[in-house]
């Protein structure tokens, strides 16, 4: 039952965050959809209501499956090097990934929220064209997926590790 029960946590988040990434797509395709008028490196544009709502919407996704992935994946933590040489090769895996996962979460959201808000409803906006920031931010979900997934079940792994030390370890 609870190996029925990781399998669907790992499944949902991998479909919030290619749902996410694919929404970053749709919303960069909307963009592109409103007029603009462009010079060199610079260029005036119209927002798109349709961008501004499927961008918010994949930023939204992206946090959740990341929050869910955190929380459900328990703390794994290292205090110092000698920590981390010292652990188990699953313990490694969900540390190096936890930390890619929230690098990725960083820039993927960032990049989102740039493109979103560009296309906010209350601006025109001239300045520097932020051309493919959306669907930048649309890939980077579906890499988030995969290095949630793999600190999902690294974490678990690990923790599984440890009960099996702690049954096998004489009392004191």
């Known amino acids: 039952m609870a190996k029925d029960v990781r399998v ?13 990434g694919i929404l970053g797509i749709e919303a960069e395709i ?8 462009r010079m060199w490196i610079f ?19 992206l946090v959740l499956a990341h929050v869910l992935a955190n929380f459900i994946g328990g703390c794994i933590c290292m205090w110092s090097k000698e920590d981390f040489s010292k652990a188990s090769a699953n313990k490694q895996l969900a540390v ?5 996962s929230w690098i990725i979460l960083a820039i993927g959201f ?6 979103t808000l560009a296309n906010s409803r209350s601006r025109k906006s001239c300045g520097i064209s932020h051309h493919r920031v959306l669907s930048i931010g649309g890939i980077l979900c579906f ?12 974490a678990k792994a690990s923790e ?13």
């Open 96 to 100: 190096t990934s936890l930390i890619f």
């Open 30 to 37: 909307a963009q592109n959809k409103v007029k603009h008028l």
């Open 143 to 154: 890499i988030h997926a995969l290095f949630i997934v793999a600190y999902y079940v690294s």
């Open 110 to 115: 960032s990049m989102l929220m740039i493109g």
């Open 8 to 20: 669907l946590f790992c499944l949902l988040m991998m479909i919030m965050d290619i749902i996410a």
């Open 160 to 172: 599984k590790e440890d009960i099996l030390i702690a049954q096998r370890a004489p009392p004191a």
């Open 43 to 61: 260029e005036c544009r119209d927002p798109s209501y349709e961008a501004f709502k499927l961008g918010l919407a994949a930023a939204i996704l």
